[in-house]
């Protein structure tokens, strides 16, 4: 089983930038896809990106692409979000997953991730 543990969440004014980060442990991390979610108040968790575990494919949401960049770096277990031009709609609780299955490229669906993060808050002021 693999522990998630996010971190780089804070209070950001619109068009300001945040770089999260997902520590992970106790599986091969570099084997599995991984994906970034995020839930707003009242809102159902939504997809935000993915990428494969050789990096070399990336799947964003549309409202994020060209302002949210997904990577990792599997010498170091650790999965990033780089969030520029950040906007209030922005404004979640975000997740980090990683893919039940190696088989698992890149995916937008929750159910073929098995293990999450405790999700980190992102709050951006207009």
């Known amino acids: 089983q693999v522990q998630l543990v996010e971190s780089g969440g804070g209070l950001v004014q619109a068009g300001g930038s945040l770089r999260l980060s997902c520590a992970a442990s106790g599986r091969t991390f570099s084997s599995y896809a991984m994906a970034w979610f995020r839930q707003a108040p009242g809102k159902e968790r939504e997809f935000v990106a993915c990428i494969s575990w050789s990096s070399d494919s990336t799947y964003y949401e549309d409202a994020v692409k060209g302002r949210f960049t997904i990577s990792r770096d599997n010498a170091k277990n650790t999965l990033y979000l780089q969030m520029n031009s950040l906007k209030p709609e922005d404004t979640a609780v975000y997740y980090c997953?990683?893919?039940?299955?190696?088989?698992?490229?890149?995916?937008?669906?929750?159910?073929?991730?098995?293990?999450w993060g405790q999700g980190t808050q992102v709050t951006v002021s207009s």
């Open positions: 997953a990683a893919a039940q299955y190696r088989g698992v490229v890149v995916s937008r669906v929750e159910s073929d991730f098995g293990a």
